[in-house]
DNA sequence: CGTGTAAGGAATTCTGACACG
DNA sequence: CGTGTAAGGAATTCTGACACG
């Protein structure tokens, strides 16, 4: 399911990542969650899976750009990553202004 | 997904139901939200659906003492009601005591 | 019966920054 | 580079109750 709809802790709990790393991760864009009103990020089970990759590859030493250049390639998240792109980024976008 | 990630914020966005109607709902017992540390309650999209369903039901003035019976009739969500109403219900008891 | 609301508190999330390295 | 943390504020959620009906 690729609806963002997990909020932030939540996500925590199902990857056993911290806040600092998940929102790091949001601004090295590997992942784009969306925004709600209030500017709470929202994540999907989709954003969860890719976060346990991450989480892997890490683990393994990777840096966050190899990672980020690795999922291009692999391109199995890459149609949906060019959209959560967009939206993350108009999310973000509208949130700075308000 | 019976996953119970989702809070009542968003659930009310999904649905269209306000918190008032979800929690009352929960009273009645046609749903059983988990509850994360904080006793905040998470719901899953089996959940939404079935909110949904209930949504629909009201507006045709059905009672929720009949929307129950319906449900339990129909079976469709029957072994997971059962599932959903002990975790649920354990849930609820913890929450009291802390 | 089903839902709205004001009340007060508790838990969550957000951003920007300093720290270490 | 990647992550922890304290800081202060804003938004969310919770419960119990009163209201109307």
């Given at each position: 399911?690729?609806?963002?709809?997990?909020?932030?802790?939540?996500?925590?709990?199902?990857?056993?990542?911290?806040?600092?790393?998940?929102?790091?991760?949001?601004?090295?864009?590997?992942?784009?969650?969306?925004?709600?009103?209030?500017?709470?990020?929202?994540?999907?089970?989709?954003?969860?899976?890719?976060?346990?990759?991450?989480?892997?590859?890490?683990?393994e030493?990777?840096?966050?750009?190899?990672?980020?250049?690795?999922?291009?390639?692999?391109?199995?998240?890459?149609?949906?990553?060019?959209?959560?792109?967009?939206?993350?980024?108009?999310?973000a976008?509208?949130?700075?202004?308000?």
């Amino acid at each position: 399911m690729n609806k963002k709809v997990i909020s932030i802790g939540t996500v925590c709990e199902l990857t056993g990542l911290s806040e600092r790393q998940i929102r790091y991760y949001e601004e090295r864009k590997l992942i784009f969650p969306e925004r709600m009103n209030g500017g709470i990020r929202k994540y999907s089970f989709l954003d969860v899976e890719i976060l346990i990759d991450i989480a892997n590859k890490r683990e393994e030493g990777v840096q966050t750009a190899e990672i980020k250049k690795e999922m291009n390639k692999k391109n199995k998240y890459d149609a949906a990553a060019r959209d959560q792109a967009i939206k993350g980024q108009l999310n973000a976008y509208f949130h700075k202004r308000s």
